[in-house]
């Protein structure tokens, strides 16, 4: 049976991965920090997009591009309680393609 201290501690572990990886953010490596962000909360591709209202192939493109609709970038920052740099605005893909038209409702 896990204890409440043992809870506590693997949380303030992953809230010290959280913070290690938002100082990367500023090394520009966007796709990179986004997707270790979501895996050291234990969160898939697709359970990452569900939780924002994206669908996967949304965050994928992150992965595979490294850019995303103003958006999707929005909702990232919001959930993992970041800044919206000019960095990170050099990410976002101004013209919209088929695999995020619209956010899921």
């Known amino acids: 049976m896990i204890k409440e201290e043992d809870l506590l501690i693997k949380n ?3 809230n010290k ?3 290690n990886y938002k100082r990367k953010l ?3 490596n966007f796709k990179r920090v986004v997707l270790e962000l979501y895996n050291a909360r234990g969160l898939t591709a697709q359970d990452f997009a569900k939780i924002l ?3 996967e192939r949304a965050i994928l493109d992150i992965q595979d591009k490294g ?3 103003e958006k999707l ?3 990232i920052c919001k959930y993992f309680s970041l800044v919206k ?3 990170f605005k050099s990410h976002i893909r101004r013209l ?3 695999s995020e038209k619209t956010r899921i409702r």
Do not use: H, I, M, Y
Request: hydrophobic share 30%; net charge negative.
């Open 85 to 87: 740099t000019d960095e």
């Open 96 to 98: 919209p393609q088929r």
């Open 73 to 75: 970038l929005d909702e």
């Open 17 to 19: 991965v959280v913070k």
């Open 53 to 55: 209202g994206f669908n």
């Open 12 to 14: 303030v572990e992953l």
């Open 26 to 28: 500023k090394s520009g």
């Open 67 to 69: 850019f995303c609709s």
